[in-house]
């Protein structure tokens, strides 16, 4: 659907947010990027910072500490935005789910739109992640809009 | 019609000093105010009366010494003995031996040539040309805002200082006294006339900058005069000189360009003692640190040092004599020791975090570019000497009172403390940003001017390299402080700031000037400008004529080699100043978000300047400017660029006399 | 400086290095732990051996209910449980599997237990 | 003077980990560095407090991604001294070969990080297309990518089949092959020089003093090196170590590149020498005692000590890993250097956060 | 089972520290054990040519050990993680991050530490 | 005028077409040289709308001012040039607008915007004087400043500005932000500053500033056309073999630091101008 739509299917910048992971997703998600995988094939590019990215990477599970930055990060990030969930760690919290300073999964702090499971899962599986989370970019951006168009109105109410 | 004249030119000089007289004598506020009000409408008024008779006039208002009261002469010897008495008795108040001998050197030449050599004055005592009417406009409409910005200013100032008996009839006496003096100093065509005038502004500076009487005023009031007085003391061997050899005392018949074989003997060393008397009023390196002590002074006289009075003196004497060096080996050496000031002191600048000293480098940057431009002394070159004067002024006068209502508001004049200005005091602010801007960028003036000077000093590599290092370095400075100054990062809630009608009087009206001269910069460059280039009968064949709302050089053939529009210009300007109210009134707090700050932001405030530090301890972000003091350090460089200009200036003289 | 020159030379020329999944997918690589199988549940014995040696605690046994569950987003593709179960029920795909866009759980009912019910239902009566 | 304070991290784009500092500058030149971890605590050692020594293994692993191989092997010798097995020789071979594999691995990624950290990008695609040659391999033989999962107490938990063995040996002449052109990038290259040399120099004596290990120490002229302990097969491969005295970040890069050639050789010497047999012993019993192992990591010493009981569960297992032993070194070398040296300076140590707070 | 084990007492650790130091050892790390009902076992690890020398304290919790950083610099990091998991009181650390090195303040206190099954309720 | 009018809206709209193609295999040939496959050639297009797109958020509300004054006087830049104006002029407007993106990055009040900023200015402080110096030994060659007088010289410039050329293209790195001089900015963000000067910039902004710097791509390539004005299409060519280079320098060289940076410009750029300036002076 539109020339608008289309560009965001083809242009996902990421940021790739590193909670508490092993680093073993960290290196796949870093490997996806590189020659072998290349998933800038796609348009994907790794911006490192919140307010360009239009789909949030995360690996690992969350601490009290990462949790507040994962917070932060998202809440920086502009409309229509996805979140990537990788490795089990991703997922629940993977084996570290019952150590002490361990929340679970990122989905404890923000939304998480598409899970990769595995541990650490390979780029393709990243890749495959990647690609069915895009197919969420139209339903978010028509909930933006709405929302924007609510939040008008309100304003309007209240003028 | 004379009468008339007559009238006005005592008017432009003597009401100021009456004025000054008036303000002293009575010491009521109410009535100070209204002097300072009354004398500043007049001085609008005779300005507006002399570009009028000039139009009229066939290239300039002459007076002659026959219709002039008799004994002005006379009186003027004796006043000029008197002032230098009184600097002498200065000097020997504050036990500086330094000063009493420089004012000892000038007594002696000054009695021994005005009493016993028989001086013929010249015939024309007054000539008003258009280089002068620029200058008067300068003088007559900067200054007297100045002094009215100054009424609210000192009130402050004043209250700041807890002074027991106020001292601001003596400032205002002096601060008025200042223009009457610089309005007669362009007027006059007497050498000697000029000298006693040229004197009484370094005695007026040297008050004001004592103004405040504690120690480190003083010390460098003294600085400022000393060095001065060495100007004067070029200044006096100057008139001697070329009394000598020219028989004459009329800066018009001085100021011709030399026929074949005259720039030989003393006469071109009195042009060039002529030129470093220039140097020392208008503070080229060696000579800045007078000017750069001068910022202990209150801001008001600050902005009449720099914009409109005193350092323009010296300028308008070197632009006046130009024609006189044009093409010589004098010439030359004054554009190299003019470019070299003016990369010298850019450089300096970039190291400097006081607002005021950055104002000040910048001061002594753009008057050594209007000497250079003096020293090339071609068409486009004299064209952007004049025109950076008045652009000069008006941006720079402007300047100094923004930074000191600034001052007033947040209690410092460094720029570091300058962050979030915006918040605080906005309408200074966007005035200060847009003074800045005229100072740096297109469409505005002083940067015409440095393209008219870079497109002039083709002929002189090394210039152009100077000029050209030099306003790389401005950008620097500017940019980083504008940049400072505009910082915010939330809707702020505009506490538009209360200040005293008399400063936002000024600030209004020189806000206005920066604009009109810029948008008017074809008209008036045709109407003041063009035939003053005229009457120095340059023989270039690169000419700059104002048309289609910019200016256009053009070679021989009338096609344009270079120019520029800047009214189209204008109109980009214009259409963002459209955008700024429309994105003030569109940004939502919903829409804001504070910074990135790495994700750890300690909450979502939005003035975002915080962020959770190691052991869990909140601790705040900060950038600081680049100041590079590791390569561009005041005391580092300081000296050497000083050895340099002083050499620069022992060669300009050697190389003349031989 | 120009050090990396005849490298950056060479790829311009040299095809890319690119694996170009996913319009085309490598073979997967032989013993390769991609994710774990389906489950043959009608194999299974509800032992609980796979979750208590499980080191991530993705299985979920319950022999009352004769139930697997597995929660495939918990599971670190160890291999363990293929390893111990010991009638070989489950097994490793060499495959990875997709993304799933919603945490989920594969619970497995097991088919009723007949046998040993219907003999103690026999010996009863 | 006002100072500029700027935060560095934790989501930060040069380092893929969470790492925070506070940075006071001057212009840009850094007066005091802070840093600040706890990004990656997960409480991991207790965790193994619950879980049995065999489960054990695969939570060593996941400290680390990147060192996993190392971790296990770390953690199965200390448990085999504990109960006192005796593995067999061919395991110890294998284990050799996957560790030392596995360092290349550890030390490409290294070498591409790092030179994404003084902005050559071209460098880092290089580093990395490589590497993938060696997890192709690592895939070939273990079955996974990166937690490869070989080892077991015991022994390894599986064999390396002859035509793997070929593969192998195929895969790291190439590498060492490729190895040559970013040698020559990494060490004599003008701007990569400009970066390196002379940044972030330490002497012999401050490395030593400030407990640096790997091959921050071996850069900077102190020679120690864990395989000379002689674990696993390393007794028998003739180990050569790689040591550099510059001490800046010229030589660090100068010992991780040299130490894949290392690495080549020893899995050639490895692959040469491996005898045949089991590969694994069967294990009985739980742990009880004490025990200390160390094993030389990509970025240096680990050292595990490990408490059993009896049980299956262990009392206590402690990980100080080569990170944690070389981040004061920053404390040392950041201060006084330029903001732009801070990401090459927190590479150098090439810093695992994960392995530093487990 | 370990070698080269020498146990003092806490009041030795300094001289004993300073000792090692003197022959020019590297320090390695130290390792903390929880016995139970707050008794901890603290190993110093020191090292010089690949031979480990370890020293061993006991010391109860929240009792305050003095800090080997002025002697070893490099052992602020691992006695902060002790003062914050095991609730040892180390004293005198070069750098003190205030036990918030790696847990926030609003974490569970000393979570290393043998937990008793009420506390481990409070979670 | 009418004439004029035509030329300028053909260069208003083709520019960022042409510029924006340009990136597309920029970025397309920067992958074939790391050995990767590469986006697709108009992957500069989607990523601008798809920025458009974006829900827009700001640190301050007048962040978009400044970003429109970029834009402005890039385009004002471009047309001085189509429109064969005053070359000095034209620079000046041209550090305007990157003026105003500093000063837009600064406003905001994140660390590292403000540090990217500081650092464009040094690069400002390093490549102005070497620009000047350009228009200057264009003016001592052809007498003129105006551009239209360079397409009228009979023969290229580049056979007397040999040296002043090499300067240019020395400076070309610094100005499109490529490695080894990519610190105030970087295309990809792994560097200590995040990105640096756009770090604050999002959505609409950034995608204008996109815009902007296909604006100034095609500007500086219209500059190095005009070394071999004669005739147009050679010029276009080595713009394009210019532009090439800029691409492999970019993968051979590690970012260098900005001290560095301000020496070696003024010593190489400004030095060789200078000879080359000097040549011509000598050259009767
Ligand atoms: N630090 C560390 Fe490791 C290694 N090598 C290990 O123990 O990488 Ni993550
Ligand atoms: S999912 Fe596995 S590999 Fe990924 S971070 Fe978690 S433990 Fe590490
Ligand atoms: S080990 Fe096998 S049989 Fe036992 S419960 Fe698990 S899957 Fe079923
Ligand atoms: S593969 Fe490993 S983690 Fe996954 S369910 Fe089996 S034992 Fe558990």
Redesign the interface.
């Known amino acids: 659907m539109g ?2 739509n ?3 299917m ?2 996902p ?1 990421i940021i790739h947010v590193n909670c508490t992971a092993c680093n073993g997703c960290d290196i796949e998600v870093v490997a996806a990027l ?2 072998m995988f ?1 998933v ?4 994907i ?5 919140p ?2 990215a ?1 789909v949030m990477v995360v690996t690992g599970c969350v601490n009290p500490k990462t949790a507040r930055v994962l917070k932060n990060i998202y809440d ?1 990030m ?3 935005k996805l979140v990537l969930a990788i490795g089990a760690c991703g997922g629940t919290g993977g084996i570290f789910a019952e150590c002490y300073n361990v929340l679970g999964g990122p989905d404890k702090v923000i939304p998480v739109d598409a899970y990769v499971p595995g541990c650490p899962p390979r780029p393709e599986a990243i890749i495959d992640g990647a690609v069915a989370a895009l197919g969420l970019f139209e339903a978010k ?1 028509k909930a ?1 809009k709405e929302k ?1 168009k609510k939040a008008a109105e309100k304003a309007k109410a209240e003028a | 019609m004379e009468g008339y004249v007559l009238a006005l030119l005592a008017l432009a000089t003597l009401l100021p000093a009456f004025c000054a007289a008036i303000c002293y004598v009575i010491k009521n506020r109410a009535v100070r105010n209204f002097v300072v009000v009354v004398n500043t409408l007049v001085l609008f008024f005779i300005t507006w009366e002399f570009v009028r008779l000039l139009m009229g006039s066939n290239g300039s208002i002459r007076i002659n010494e026959g219709s002039l009261p008799a004994h002005l002469g006379e009186v003027i010897k004796y006043l000029d003995v008197l002032l230098l008495g009184f600097i002498g008795y200065q000097g020997l108040k504050l036990k500086k031996p330094l000063i009493v001998a420089l004012t000892l050197a000038q007594l002696v030449p000054v009695i021994f040539f005005e009493f016993f050599m028989g001086v013929h004055e010249p015939t024309a005592a007054f000539v008003i040309d258009y280089l002068s009417v620029v200058l008067i406009l300068l003088i007559s409409l900067v200054g007297p805002i100045i002094a009215i910005f100054a009424i609210g200013y000192m009130e402050e100032h004043e209250h700041h200082l807890h002074l027991a008996k106020t001292k601001q009839p003596a400032f205002f006496m002096v601060i008025i006294g200042f223009l009457g003096a610089m309005n007669a100093l362009v007027m006059t065509n007497n050498l000697s006339w000029m000298y006693f005038f040229w004197e009484v502004t370094t005695l007026c500076s040297f008050l004001l900058i004592k103004h405040d009487e504690n120690e480190i005023s003083i010390t460098n009031a003294v600085r400022a005069l000393w060095m001065n007085l060495t100007g004067g003391v070029a200044f006096i061997a100057a008139i001697i000189i070329i009394y000598q050899v020219k028989g004459t005392l009329s800066v018009e018949d001085i100021a011709v360009a030399p026929v074949a074989g005259a720039f030989t003997g003393l006469f071109p060393i009195a042009l060039g003692l002529l030129c470093i008397a220039g140097f020392t009023k208008s503070a080229q390196f060696p000579f800045q640190s007078w000017l750069l002590g001068a910022m202990v002074a209150p801001t008001p006289v600050s902005a009449l040092l720099h914009s409109s009075t005193m350092v323009k003196a010296g300028v308008y004497l070197v632009v006046r004599i130009a024609p006189a060096f044009i093409g010589t080996i004098l010439g030359d050496m004054v554009a190299i020791a003019g470019a070299f000031t003016f990369m010298a002191a850019s450089a300096v600048a970039i190291s400097q975090s006081n607002a005021k000293r950055v104002l000040a480098y910048s001061t002594i940057a753009n008057l050594g570019l209007i000497i250079c431009c003096a020293g090339i002394g071609n068409y486009v070159a004299l064209a952007a000497a004049i025109l950076l004067i008045v652009f000069h002024g008006v941006s720079k006068g402007l300047l100094f009172l923004c930074v000191g209502t600034i001052e007033q508001g947040i209690g410092s004049r460094n720029i570091e403390d300058m962050q979030g200005v915006m918040k605080i005091m906005p309408v200074t602010t966007i005035i200060m940003v847009i003074g800045m801007i005229s100072m ?3 469409p505005f003036g002083v ?1 015409i001017t440095k ?1 008219l000077a ?2 002039a000093a ?1 002929s002189m ?1 090394l210039v ?2 100077l000029i ?2 030099g ?3 401005t ?2 400075f500017w ?2 402080w ?3 100054v ?6 702020p809630k505009y506490a538009i700031e209360n200040i005293p009608t008399s400063i936002k009087a000024a600030l209004g009206i020189l806000i206005l000037a920066v604009f009109v001269v810029c948008v008017g910069i074809a008209p008036m460059y045709n109407a003041l400008i063009d035939p003053q280039l005229k009457a120095f009968h340059l023989t270039d064949k690169i000419q700059l004529i104002g048309s289609q709302g910019g200016l256009w ?1 053009t ?1 021989g053939s009338n ?6 529009a800047v009214l ?2 204008f109109t ?1 300007i214009l ?2 100043f459209i ?2 109210p429309y ?2 009134h ?2 939502k707090s919903a ?8 994700g750890e932001n300690i909450d979502s405030d ?4 915080e962020f959770m530090g190691p052991g869990e301890k909140p601790a705040g ?3 600081r ?2 100041y590079l003091t590791g390569a561009f350090g005041e005391e580092k460089l300081t000296h050497v660029l000083n050895l340099i200009a002083g050499a620069i200036i022992m060669l300009m003289l050697g190389m003349v006399i031989r | ?5 005849g490298s ?2 060479k ?2 020329i ?1 095809k ?3 694996r ?1 999944y996913p319009y085309e997918t490598r073979e997967a690589m032989d013993k390769a732990r991609g994710a774990l199988g389906e489950i043959e549940i009608e194999k299974c014995i509800f032992c609980g051996i796979c979750a208590t040696k499980c080191p991530s605690i993705a299985i979920k046994v319950d022999k009352a209910e004769r139930s697997w569950e597995f929660n495939r987003l918990k599971c670190i593709v160890c291999n363990v449980c293929v390893e111990v179960c010991p009638v070989k029920c489950l097994h490793m795909d060499k495959a990875h599997l997709g993304p799933l866009l919603a945490v989920e759980k594969t619970k497995r009912n097991g088919p009723p237990k007949p046998a040993p019910a219907a003999k103690a239902a026999e010996s009863t009566n | 003077m006002i100072k ?5 991290g934790p989501q ?3 380092l893929p980990e969470p790492l925070h500092l506070k940075l006071v500058m001057e212009d ?1 030149k850094i007066v005091e560095a802070i840093p600040a971890i706890g990004y990656v605590h997960r409480g991991l050692e207790k965790l193994a407090e619950v879980k049995d020594f065999h489960q054990n293994v695969f939570l060593v692993e996941r400290i680390c991604g990147i060192c996993s191989v190392q971790h296990a092997m770390a953690y199965v010798q200390g448990i085999e001294t504990m109960m006192n097995i005796e593995i067999p020789d061919r395991a110890k071979y294998l284990r050799v070969i996957w560790a030392e594999l596995h360092r290349i691995h550890s030390h490409l990624l290294w070498l591409g990080l790092f ?9 880092f ?2 580093c990395w ?1 490589d590497r993938e040659k060696v997890m192709d391999i690592m895939e070939a033989t273990s079955g996974a990518r990166v937690v490869v999962s070989v080892n077991v107490v015991g022994g390894t938990k599986r064999d390396i089949s002859s035509e793997h063995l070929a593969e192998i040996i195929r895969v790291v002449d190439q590498v060492k092959e490729d190895m040559k052109n970013m040698e020559n ?1 990494f060490l004599n ?1 003008y ?2 020089k ?2 390196t040399v002379g940044v972030g120099h330490l002497t012999k004596e401050q490395a030593y003093s400030l407990g640096a290990v790997g091959p921050m120490a071996r850069a900077s002229g102190v020679a120690q090196d864990l395989r000379t302990l002689g674990y696993a097969a390393y007794n028998d491969l003739c180990f050569d170590m790689v040591v550099e005295t510059a001490g800046d970040c010229w030589a660090r890069t100068a010992v991780r590149l040299k130490e894949v050639y290392e690495c080549v050789r020893l899995i050639k010497a490895a692959i040469d020498k491996l005898p045949k047999g089991d590969f694994a012993v069967p294990v009985k019993g739980n742990p009880t005692g004490e025990v200390i192992s160390r094993v030389e990591q990509p970025r240096g010493e680990v050292l595990y000590y490990i408490k059993g009981n009896g049980t299956k569960n262990l009392d206590r297992l402690r990980v100080r890993t080569p990170t944690f032993a070389n981040i004061p070194t920053l404390l040392v070398m950041l201060p006084g250097s ?6 090459v300076l927190l590479l150098t140590i090439d810093p695992c956060i994960s392995c530093t707070e487990r | 089972m370990i070698e080269n084990i020498a146990e003092i007492t806490k009041d030795q650790l300094l001289g004993e520290t300073q000792k090692m130091s003197g022959q020019n050892y590297r320090f390695v790390t130290t390792s903390c054990v929880d016995l139970g009902d707050g008794n901890l076992d603290v190993l110093y690890h020191f090292d010089k040519d690949a031979k480990l020398q370890n020293l061993r304290i006991k010391a109860k919790r929240g009792e305050e050990v003095p800090s080997i950083s002025k002697i070893y610099l490099c052992a602020v990091l691992v006695e902060n993680e002790m003062k914050e998991l095991f609730g040892l009181n180390v004293t005198g650390m070069a750098i003190d991050y205030g036990g918030h090195m790696l847990l926030t303040p609003e974490a569970l206190k000393n979570p290393q530490s043998k937990i008793t099954i009420e506390q481990r309720g409070e979670k | 005028m009418i004439d004029n009018l035509i030329i300028s809206l053909i260069a208003i709209v083709g520019a960022p077409i042409i510029g924006g193609l340009l990136f597309g295999i920029d ?1 397309r ?12 050639i108009l ?1 500069p ?6 920025l ?14 400044y970003v ?2 970029h834009l ?2 890039a385009i ?1 830049a471009l047309l001085m040039l189509v429109l064969r ?2 070359l ?2 034209l620079m ?2 041209f ?2 607008s990157t ?1 105003s993106l ?2 837009g ?11 990217g ?2 650092r464009e ?2 690069q ?3 490549y ?2 070497v620009l ?2 350009m ?2 030994g264009v ?2 060659v052809t ?4 551009i239209q ?1 360079i397409l009228d010289y009979p023969m290229p410039l580049i056979y007397s500005l040999p040296l002043v050329f090499f300067a240019f293209l020395y400076v070309l790195t610094i100005k499109l932000r490529k ?2 001089f ?2 105030s900015t ?1 295309h ?5 500053l ?2 640096g000067l ?6 609409t902004q ?1 995608a204008l500033i996109e815009l902007t710097h296909w604006y100034d791509l095609m500007i500086l390539l219209g500059l190095i056309a005009l070394f071999f004005a004669q005739p147009l299409w050679v010029g276009i060519l080595i713009a394009l073999g210019a532009y090439f280079l800029e691409m ?1 320098i ?9 001290p ?1 940076m301000i020496k070696a410009t003024w010593l190489i750029g ?1 030095g060789t101008a ?1 000879v080359n ?2 040549g011509l ?1 000598l050259r009767p």
């Not at chain 4, 500029?4 to 560095?8: A, L």
């Not at chain 4, 030179?115 to 460098?123: H, Q």
């Open positions: 020339l608008m289309t560009s965001r083809k242009s910048w590189t020659p290349d800038e094939r796609f348009g590019v790794n911006v490192g910072n307010k360009h239009d920086q502009p409309e229509p951006a933006m924007a | 740096l960028l297109p940067l393209w870079i497109e083709v590599p152009l390299l050209v290092l306003s790389a370095c950008v620097v940019s980083k504008i940049g400072t505009l910082t915010m990062s939330y809707k050089l070679g096609v344009a080699i270079g120019g520029f189209a210009v980009i259409a963002l955008a700024i994105y003030l569109k940004g829409d804001l978000r504070a910074p990135y700050l790495c939005l003035r975002g300047a972000t900060l950038v400017n680049y | 400086m120009f050090d990396f020159l950056v030379l790829n311009v040299s890319p290095a690119t170009m | 500029t304070t700027i935060p560095f930060h784009p040069v840009e030179a994404d950290a003084f902005g050559f990008e071209a460098l695609m290089q297309r990038a290259d701007t990569v400009h970066r330029q903001l732009a040296d801070v990401p | 970025r040939i920067t992958a074939r040289l790391q050995n990767r496959f590469g986006p697709p992957q297009f989607y990523d601008f709308f798809k458009l797109g974006k829900e827009s958020i700001a640190v301050n509300q007048i962040q978009m001012m429109l004054s402005f006087f004002a104006q005053d000095l002029m000046f407007i550090a305007f003026i500093i000063i990055a600064m406003s905001v009040r994140s660390p590292y915007s403000k540090i900023a500081q200015i040094m400002m402080l390093a102005e004087p000047l110096l228009v200057f003016y001592k007498g003129s400043f105006m007088s490695s080894p990519d610190f970087s990809h963000g792994h560097q200590e995040i990105k756009t770090t604050e910039f999002s959505g950034l492999v970019d993968n051979i060289c590690a970012r260098v630091t900005w560095w400004v200078l300036i000097i002076y």
